[in-house]
């Protein structure tokens, strides 16, 4: 039994300074360069370390936990011993599903000293599903002094939360050609409002199936999950992929069986493919290369940021943030993020363009379907 303890450093961060959202821990930072680099050397100045410290600390680690990390043969590359491997891919593993939670505990952290130092910073709450870009708004923002309040959520739970008033904002994905009886539009249709709610444009990208490097399984499409000898990863219902997977699904006449595990994001899904706990997830181009995988597209999405037109037309610091997903430094960071696209960004938009879904009974014709067009939100 081993225990954890965690700590948080509180410092001043230049505009263009990036950080990580996972934690750190320095063994693991060893491990990984070892794993990448195959020797002690390489990985020493791969972190900026002297030979002599990085041996010394995985010894004093091998000692510290009674394990083997490395295996030490003379003449031969250092290697991580099939413990040390284990356990690099056990702390992957876990920092993947956890990232949405320790992202969203360092916000609450931040938000409170941002307030405690400077009360002139306008703060604006969205609620979401995990997004590979959103972290990176959040970052371009503050340096116009926005800060954006993120609480990662499934996205039903994000706009039950937009409409009773527990965020200014909430994320909301649809793919690109969504028909009007899709199950996107059944699901999101009784939620929406033409002429309450508002559309902002935030990034489009791309979705598939996340496979090993060299597709060895020979995964082809939604249809493979019919193979019962492969393990797929699943995602929680009310998910914005999750409802995205099951309208793919839905088209290709495929009824998904049981997934060999549930994963809460689209970093965890890869990484339980990297670590070789399943064969295959549904999700982000934008997860899968940083992990190593293969990808294989199925659906582009548009991803909008969903408001009320009353605080659309009453928050400076919300037509701030409209003006900046608009700019081009915003068009610059989602060209750095693998399968995403600056598709209208900033543009104010109403559902009825957007998400052709409504249609309204004919009062002289009981039973029937009206073809005029809806009221424009």
């Not at 130092?117 to 995990?130: G, P």
């Not at 670590?275 to 997860?287: M, R, V, W």
């Amino acid at each position: 039994m081993h225990r954890i303890d965690l700590t948080y450093a509180l410092r001043s961060t230049l505009p263009d300074e990036r950080r990580p959202t996972a934690l750190h821990h320095p063994l693991f930072a060893l491990l990984d360069a070892l794993h990448r680099h195959g020797s002690i050397r390489a990985a020493a100045q791969a972190l900026g370390l002297s030979y002599r410290h990085v041996w010394g600390e995985l010894k004093r680690w091998e000692g510290e936990l009674g394990r083997e990390l490395v295996l030490w043969a003379k003449g031969q590359r250092a290697a991580l011993s099939p413990f040390g491997e284990k356990l690099l891919w056990a702390e992957r593993r876990a920092q993947a599903r956890l990232a949405p939670q320790v992202e969203a505990l360092r916000m609450e952290l931040e938000r409170a000293f941002d307030v405690a130092f400077d009360d002139r910073i306008d703060v604006m709450t969205l609620c979401a599903s995990h997004d590979q870009a959103l972290p990176l708004l959040r970052e371009l923002a503050r340096e116009q002094g926005l800060h954006l309040d993120l609480n990662f959520m499934d996205s039903l739970d994000a706009l039950r939360a937009l409409d009773a008033g527990q965020c200014t904002m909430a994320g909301i994905q649809v793919r690109d050609g969504v028909a009007r009886a899709s199950v996107s539009a059944r699901i999101y249709r009784p939620r929406l409002k033409p002429g309450h709610h508002k559309l902002i444009g935030f990034a489009q990208r791309t979705q598939g199936l996340m496979v090993a490097p060299g597709n060895p399984r020979r995964i082809a499409g939604l249809s493979d999950m019919l193979r019962p000898e492969l393990r797929w990863v699943g995602r929680a219902e009310g998910t914005g992929t999750r409802i995205l997977l099951d309208e793919l699904l839905a088209e290709a006449g495929v009824h998904p069986p049981q997934p060999a595990l549930t994963e809460p994001s689209h970093v965890a899904a890869a990484q339980a493919v990297a670590s070789g706990c399943a064969d295959a997830a549904f999700g982000l181009e934008a997860a899968a290369r940083p992990a190593g995988l293969d990808f294989i597209p199925l659906a582009r999405e548009r991803y909008f940021l969903l408001t009320l037109k009353s605080t659309l037309d009453s928050s400076p610091a919300l037509r701030r943030l409209v003006g900046l997903l608009g700019s081009t430094a915003w068009a610059q960071v989602l060209a750095g993020l693998p399968g995403y696209a600056a598709t209208e960004p900033g543009a104010v938009l109403a559902l009825t363009r957007v998400l052709p879904w409504w249609s309204y009974r004919n009062p002289s014709r009981p039973g029937t379907e009206g073809v005029a067009a809806p009221p424009q939100a």
